[in-house]
């Protein structure tokens, strides 16, 4: 007999589907995959270099379970350069990709039926992660008439004497859009007030394109940053998907807490993983590798904006960051009965592959990664049209 907390677990849509388009594809079928929550390009070469030479020097054994020294310290320095947050490398934790640091936080907090606010659309995993911890997720609805932003007054009604932590995700999966900056100074000041922490997922940082402001919470105030766990990644920043490198920057006390759940968990995150993401940082081929990888995402936007606005009653805003965009399909998935019904039509019908928006808490939408080649983001799209056409 399976424990409670299991069986509210939920298989990841977006990984089921990229293993059911790698299947259609190993057996000639001719997909185009919008699935993926993964850059295509790959890990630079001086990443890869890098750790190969660890390996070759023998980095092979456990390191601490915070990280490793060196990537500690250069975490730091890259938090006060770029995020404008100064955390000493004691108060930073490497983690197994940014998904750990998530799952460490919360089960460093969570005690059963305790609340924990997310805005909604969300990125699925936080929803089971915070039920596998024993709390209750609390959606905080925003809506793409107001361009999918957080607003103060949706959190405040939502607090209770259970609420324990609020999930920033901005930039956002699925939507792509930035929150702005004023309505996030409110709420962290209303979390302040009620002894509420915040967990804030920057992992998409570096896939800003013009027009929004970045900034990270735990910048807005000392006493914010105090109750501010700054979760990142080198997942999406340096595609290194693969290698399962994140980090959690918060309050000395607290980070020595994450420590000791990663060195139950996991020990660490893999010694030579840990000198690719140090050099990745260190060498400024890593600087000039995040802007071409913006400009290549930026193009694709543009593009796949432009086509999806060509397809007769979808509603579509263009995002201000990520490889992702959240078009409204509710036209047509009312017609069929539902989104999961009209993404099995679309590959059926179109060998096109989307994930529906049901998956992150928004029936009727579609989100469509566009971390592949051009050619085939106008193919995709194209082909979507017209499979759209007989339904109509
Ligand atoms: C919002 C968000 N946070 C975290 C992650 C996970 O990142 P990592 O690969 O570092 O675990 C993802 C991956 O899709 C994501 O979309």
């Not at 039920?131 to 009604?157: A, I, Q, Y």
Request: proline residues 5%; charged residues 30%.
């Amino acid at each position: 007999m399976l424990s409670e907390r299991v069986k509210t677990l939920k298989p990841s849509p977006t990984i089921s589907l990229t293993a059911k388009v790698r299947e259609l594809k190993s057996r000639g079928v001719d997909v185009i995959g919008f699935g993926a929550g993964e850059p295509d390009i790959d890990t630079p070469e001086f990443i890869k270099e890098a750790c190969a030479k660890a390996l070759r020097e023998g980095k092979t054994k456990y390191p601490p379970a915070g990280g490793i020294p060196e990537l500690r310290e250069a975490l730091s320095e890259k938090l006060e350069k770029f995020n404008g947050v100064r955390y000493k490398p004691s108060e930073i934790v490497v983690t197994v990709g940014a998904k750990l640091a998530i799952y460490l936080i919360l089960s460093a907090l969570i005690n059963e039926g305790d609340e924990v606010l997310l805005p909604s659309p969300y990125w699925v995993t936080y929803e089971d992660q915070i039920r596998l911890c024993g709390g209750v997720p609390v959606l905080v609805p925003t809506s793409m008439g107001e361009g999918f932003s957080l607003k103060f007054e949706e959190v405040e009604k939502r607090i209770t004497e259970r609420t324990r932590l609020i999930i920033i995700n901005s930039p956002t999966n699925p939507t792509g859009m930035v929150y702005r900056r004023r309505e996030i100074e409110r709420i962290a000041e209303l979390c302040l007030k009620r002894g509420i922490y915040i967990l804030s997922d920057e992992c998409y940082e570096s896939l800003i394109f013009e027009d929004s402001e970045f900034f990270s919470v735990a910048s807005l105030s000392e006493e914010v940053k105090r109750i501010t766990f700054t979760v990142n990644s080198f997942s999406k920043t340096y595609s290194m998907t693969g290698w399962r490198v994140g980090y959690v920057a918060c309050e000395e006390s607290l980070a020595r807490v994450l420590v000791s759940i990663n060195s139950h968990l996991v020990s660490n995150t893999a010694t030579f993983a840990q000198y690719g993401a140090l050099e990745a940082l260190k060498n400024p081929e890593g600087e000039r590798f995040v802007r071409e990888a913006r400009e290549i995402y930026r193009r694709r936007r543009e593009i796949i904006y432009e086509a999806l606005k060509e397809i007769p009653e979808v509603r579509v805003l263009k995002p201000d960051a990520t490889f992702y965009i959240f078009p409204d399909f509710s036209f047509y998935t009312s017609k069929v009965g539902g989104d999961v019904k009209l993404a099995e039509y679309l590959l059926e019908e179109a060998k096109v592959a989307v994930v529906p928006g049901s998956a992150f808490g928004a029936e009727g939408f579609f989100r469509f990664s566009f971390a592949l080649e051009e050619d085939g983001i106008r193919e995709g799209v194209k082909r979507v049209k017209e499979a759209l056409e007989s339904l109509v």
